[in-house]
């Protein structure tokens, strides 16, 4: 008998997550020289890491072959100061992508619920069915995560509750009112997860974290993968009441994030430069896609994050055929919708040769889309 017959059932059926594809493996199948390969598409920082990240790395390798402080004191203590927590309050992860996990190894079981919307970041549904739970999906009108509906479709058996705001690959916020709203609905026993991957870029910041103030059952997850240009690196962190930060705690493994990845994240939270140079870069690129896509009256969702979802007919065929080009972007198929690809923002050069890709391959016949 095969083995997997031996497996978990729901670990079988898992769809392993499709991440951006890389650079080296492009270049490697295409006989191309990788320097020449644009890669927008998972929404990495087109200015490189935190230069001071970079100089806080090379200094903390001299000390590799220690431990990392497993409890991360100087990290988290720096993130608990700049948002006015204490440092019990701040759980590490090796990337936020990990709090997600520890929240549901600590809330989820066969009889648990967790609740996403449509076009959420797919990685919510993925852990959902790793644990045997059963996802619960709610309608996003316009691409907007519809919170009452979402606090509607709560039951005894929900524990979490999944808000990426803004959401990945739709790139739409909610507001403050809906997430208000939404909190003061919010039963004892279920915890609404607010994962802010993006939240740097916004113009128009929410307050979630007064709710963790007031002690209700919120966490926010931030990360160093995308402002701060520190992808490679994993790390993420959760802001949440002491009591469900020291739940999370206990799920991690003891060195979960390593010392070389603490010490860039702790430069690169400081550096100020950095960021609003990527703001900035990131700005100019929106407007340049949203005016292009208008022109090309192309069908895009405004974004105020550092992507952009376009509608260009077959998501699938305008990935391969953009790729051939030595331009990767994301298809969006494993997010229910097949007729459109994720562009993440570039630099003003990569932007251009993106949609002159972009353009050529939807020049061809049977590509352009229905207008
Ligand atoms: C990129 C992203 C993350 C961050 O993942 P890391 O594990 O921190 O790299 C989390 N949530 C969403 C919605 C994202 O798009």
């Given at each position: 008998?095969?083995?997997?017959?031996?497996?978990?059932?729901?670990?079988?059926?898992?769809?392993?997550?499709?991440?951006?594809?890389?650079?080296?493996?492009?270049?490697?199948?295409?006989?191309?020289?990788?320097?020449?390969?644009?890669?927008?598409?998972?929404?990495?920082?087109?200015?490189?890491?935190?230069?001071?990240?970079?100089?806080?790395?090379?200094?903390?390798?001299?000390?590799?072959?220690?431990?990392?402080?497993?409890?991360?004191?100087?990290?988290?203590?720096?993130?608990?100061?700049?948002?006015?927590?204490?440092?019990?309050?701040?759980?590490?992860?090796?990337?936020?992508?990990?709090?997600?996990?520890?929240?549901?190894?600590?809330?989820?079981?066969?009889?648990?619920?967790?609740?996403?919307?449509?076009?959420?970041?797919?990685?919510?549904?993925?852990?959902?069915?790793?644990?045997?739970?059963?996802?619960?999906?709610?309608?996003?009108?316009?691409?907007?995560?519809?919170?009452?509906?979402?606090?509607?479709?709560?039951?005894?058996?929900?524990?979490?509750?999944?808000?990426?705001?803004?959401?990945?690959?739709?790139?739409?916020?909610?507001?403050?009112?809906?997430?208000?709203?939404?909190?003061?609905?919010?039963?004892?026993?279920?915890?609404?997860?607010?994962?802010?991957?993006?939240?740097?870029?916004?113009?128009?910041?929410?307050?979630?974290?007064?709710?963790?103030?007031?002690?209700?059952?919120?966490?926010?997850?931030?990360?160093?993968?995308?402002?701060?240009g520190l992808a490679a690196l994993r790390i993420g962190y959760g802001i949440a009441p002491e009591s469900l930060a020291n739940l999370l705690q206990k799920a991690r493994?003891?060195?979960?994030?390593?010392?070389?990845?603490?010490?860039?994240?702790?430069?690169?939270?400081?550096?100020?430069?950095?960021?609003?140079?990527?703001?900035?870069?990131?700005?100019?690129?929106?407007?340049?896609?949203?005016?292009?896509?208008?022109?090309?009256?192309?069908?895009?969702?405004?974004?105020?994050?550092?992507?952009?979802?376009?509608?260009?007919?077959?998501?699938?065929?305008?990935?391969?055929?953009?790729?051939?080009?030595?331009?990767?972007?994301?298809?969006?198929?494993?997010?229910?919708?097949?007729?459109?690809?994720?562009?993440?923002?570039?630099?003003?050069?990569?932007?251009?040769?993106?949609?002159?890709?972009?353009?050529?391959?939807?020049?061809?016949?049977?590509?352009?889309?229905?207008?």
């Amino acid at each position: 008998m095969p083995i997997s017959n031996f497996a978990n059932s729901f670990v079988c059926d898992l769809v392993a997550y499709e991440p951006g594809k890389p650079i080296e493996e492009t270049a490697r199948e295409l006989g191309l020289d990788p320097s020449s390969i644009v890669k927008v598409a998972s929404n990495e920082n087109p200015l490189g890491p935190s230069p001071l990240a970079k100089k806080a790395m090379q200094e903390a390798i001299e000390s590799a072959h220690i431990y990392p402080d497993g409890g991360g004191y100087k990290l988290r203590s720096a993130i608990a100061e700049k948002i006015g927590f204490g440092i019990e309050n701040v759980v590490l992860g090796n990337g936020s992508n990990e709090i997600i996990e520890l929240l549901c190894h600590t809330f989820l079981n066969r009889d648990a619920e967790l609740i996403a919307a449509k076009h959420a970041f797919v990685v919510y549904k993925l852990m959902a069915t790793l644990f045997g739970a059963k996802y619960v999906e709610v309608d996003d009108p316009d691409f907007i995560h519809d919170l009452d509906a979402m606090a509607d479709a709560i039951t005894e058996n929900t524990r979490l509750v999944f808000i990426a705001n803004p959401n990945n690959p739709t790139g739409t916020q909610v507001t403050q009112e809906a997430i208000d709203r939404f909190v003061d609905r919010l039963p004892e026993h279920a915890i609404a997860v607010f994962d802010e991957a993006y939240f740097e870029f916004l113009d128009t910041p929410p307050d979630v974290l007064k709710h963790i103030r007031a002690g209700k059952n919120v966490i926010v997850l931030r990360t160093c993968s995308k402002i701060h240009g520190l992808a490679a690196l994993r790390i993420g962190y959760g802001i949440a009441p002491e009591s469900l930060a020291n739940l999370l705690q206990k799920a991690r493994q003891p060195f979960n994030t390593n010392a070389i990845a603490q010490a860039g994240a702790l430069a690169a939270l400081d550096d100020d430069d950095h960021i609003q140079k990527t703001r900035a870069i990131n700005s100019e690129g929106l407007v340049f896609y949203e005016k292009a896509f208008a022109e090309r009256s192309l069908k895009f969702v405004p974004s105020v994050a550092n992507f952009i979802l376009v509608e260009v007919g077959d998501g699938g065929l305008v990935f391969k055929e953009m790729l051939k080009q030595g331009v990767i972007v994301r298809a969006m198929g494993g997010y229910k919708l097949p007729g459109w690809v994720r562009i993440s923002i570039g630099t003003p050069a990569e932007n251009a040769r993106a949609l002159e890709v972009l353009d050529d391959v939807l020049a061809k016949a049977g590509l352009a889309p229905a207008v």
